[in-house]
């Protein structure tokens, strides 16, 4: 079965909004085996949204569309799909039901607008939204299916998992994705290192990919069965575990900080931060995580030297010898959080993040990281390129990885 | 003039890769007055990227064709588009020696593949590739101008720059957008204020979007000339802010954390944070903004009541009391943070984040958020629905506008 995937917007085909939702749909249909055949985009324009249906459905049994069905005047899904349906508009009174129960739980006033969205094609049917407003489409064109989803994701994911997915027949050929994540290694050493398993033929091809500051070996295999595709995943993650050894943290939907609360939890031990050029990023990845509250006690962001002083004291002798960005002040800092916080370990962050306060001594980008434990405290240096946001986010995940390593045992913190 | 897009490959349509070369395009077309109809997405396979091609020139007068350029069997743009042409492949000398000359000079061995990136459908012209092996085509189907670039965005941004951008002759109107930001307001309510100015033609459209937690409202603006766009762009931003007043807290790049910034630092006042459902991110989203440490000081993370006690002085009573959950924790802890940090201003955030944790006193997604100032301290109760990630965000920024609020004077505050 082959699929076209749609998407609707002025503000994705003018490039003020990056378009997401087709990437994650593919990948869900291809577990399914269903094979995307394109994507489109187009604008907010009835007949050009009417004409994009037809041509689709010409060319795919399934077409998937996103966007649209908002409640203001430039949202058109709804008008363009009965145009290449040849239907009438008509009011499905259990979505009007829906969407007025929806503002009266949040006491809000429902807008003119809202009740477009209960409208929808004769002879075509609802899918329920319950995390919005407004309600999915499922509708016939031609010969093929055509399922309609709003645009904002959070609610496309939900609709698609809870309402289209069990609609859609699965394929002849099973595609399954993995992710294996690395920590402390570079994507062209990974390739390097993954070489001879990254040819582009057979049933598993493998890749790397380096995203949100974390390289991955993306691993896509086929397979006429669930269990024969998943059982080739594993094979080739196992290969790629034994060749990366303590640098790979995770697979799938595991982030450093998730690993990182899988140790502690194993250890039944608790977590602090003391960050400074990082301003609560550290924190932020750690609480990211349901459940974080069994290990992560607290934080303190010490942006100012008085704060470091006194909240986590940092001697003022350290500040005005070395400087807020030093060795001497990433250890006390990371110490001080221990005590402050009594927790089992701490973790601190100073640096230069940038665009200003830079010098020749100590360039943006310089950065150090401390690990403090009732054993000791290892403090280390690293110069991280790239731009404010990159800098932050890199010393962030520095940081994570370097406590990740250290719970491993000495060998792999020595390895970092 | 119109355009639509092109981007090839089997790792965009199966999703693997997010395709970003289009925004991108989008974006510096819309700077010249090239109009952006739609976007598309094509596999690897040799008709279909003929088909592609033939209706794309059939719907605008410019192509823009990125991918599938490569050396390897699977790169197969220049044969869909000789087929679309109705013309023959030939090698074309100076290329050939071009790619010859860039192994040479790397020491490294050509690969028959490459020798097939210096071929080009007959009557189409070479666009030269500085740093890369895959040279680009210009060439016309039908009455159009297709223009074909490599698919790494490096090169394909080097390439629009020196060889599109010259040959685009400017739109007859130049195209501007822009964004007014909102706090504080839903999208249809939004949608409902702004309904008359969201008509789909003249010169000006508007539109609203909510993406990342803000909803705004999109402006986009034909001329004859930039200024004249500036102008009608200003004009209809200026009825937005007349409408929307305080709910309106910047344009463009602002962000709310900017925008509290902005406010602090022509007072001259300081802010600190006390979060404990957040868990970072006020104090993470008010650092993102260059030259934050101006105002901000710190933060403590205190996602423990030890914590709450110990470093911001919660009373104990309180805590068993009313809950960590509670307007009367939320406020002291908006106190103890302007106290222990020594900051004219506090924000505090506390409560149940989820997945788990909620009840049916206290569901997941209530949340206290106070803002504590010299004059007093102000509490605020919500229920922000959604999953774990959209709440944290929902809670900070929600913070982040009461404290803009409340800068702004006790009118505004009052109006929240």
Same mark, same amino acid.
């Given at each position: 079965?082959?699929?076209? =995937? ?62 649209? *069905? ?80 709003? &645009? ?15 609609? *859609?027949?699965? $394929? ?21 290192? =993954? ?11 493998? $890749? ?35 060749? =990366? ?15 990182? /609360? ?48 006194? =909240? ?10 070395? $400087? ?32 200003? &306060? ?6 943006? /980008? ?19 390129? &790239? ?9 962030? *995940? ?10 491993? $045992? ?7």
């Amino acid at each position: 079965m082959e699929a076209i =995937l749609l998407a609707i917007g002025d503000e994705l085909t003018s490039g003020q909004t990056l378009e997401t939702n087709s990437a994650w749909l593919a990948q869900q249909l291809a577990k399914r085996g269903i094979w995307v055949r394109g994507h489109r985009t187009v604008r907010d324009d009835r007949a050009d949204i009417a004409a994009a249906l037809a041509e689709a459905a010409d060319a795919a049994e399934l077409v998937l569309v996103t966007g649209g *069905l908002g409640p203001t005047a430039d949202d058109l899904t709804r008008q363009g799909l009965a145009q290449a349906m040849g239907a009438e508009l008509v009011t499905d009174d259990d979505s009007l039901r829906q969407i007025e129960d929806f503002f009266a739980r949040r006491n809000r006033p429902m807008n003119e607008g809202n009740r477009i969205q209960a409208m929808l094609p004769e002879s075509a049917e609802v899918l329920p939204n319950p995390i919005g407003t407004a309600p999915g489409i499922a509708a016939r064109v031609g010969g093929s299916l055509v399922l309609v989803m709003p &645009g904002v994701p959070r609610e496309m994911r939900k609709m698609f998992q809870e309402q289209i997915a069990p609609r *859609l027949a699965n $394929g002849e050929k099973v595609i399954l994705f993995s992710s294996v994540h690395l920590a402390g290694i570079g994507e062209s050493d990974a390739g390097g290192i =993954l070489a001879d398993l990254m040819c582009r033929s057979g049933d598993v091809i493998v $890749g790397t990919t380096a995203s949100g500051g974390t390289v991955s070996a993306r691993i896509t295999a086929r397979g006429s069965s669930l269990a024969q595709a998943q059982q080739r995943i594993e094979q080739v993650a196992g290969q790629i575990r034994d060749r =990366l050894g303590s640098k790979v943290f995770g697979e799938g939907e595991a982030t450093l900080a998730s690993a990182v /609360g899988d140790l502690l939890t194993r250890r039944g031990q608790s977590v602090s931060t003391a960050e400074s050029c990082t301003g609560g990023l550290v924190a932020k990845l750690l609480t990211d995580v349901p459940g974080s509250s069994g290990y992560f006690r607290g934080s303190v962001v010490a942006y100012d030297n008085q704060v470091k002083q006194r =909240l986590l004291g940092v001697a003022s002798g350290d500040l005005e010898a070395h $400087g807020a960005v030093s060795q001497a002040v990433a250890a006390a800092m990371a110490r001080g959080a221990r005590s402050s916080l009594g927790t089992d370990w701490a973790l601190s962050t100073t640096g230069i993040a940038g665009p200003g &306060g830079g010098s020749g001594e100590k360039p943006v /980008g310089l950065v150090y990281l401390a690990v403090a434990w009732e054993g000791g405290t290892q403090v280390f240096e690293h110069r991280y390129p &790239g731009d404010r946001e990159t800098m932050r986010l890199r010393t962030a *995940l520095g940081a994570l990885d370097h406590l990740r390593r250290r719970l491993l $045992g000495p060998q792999e913190a020595r390895d970092a």
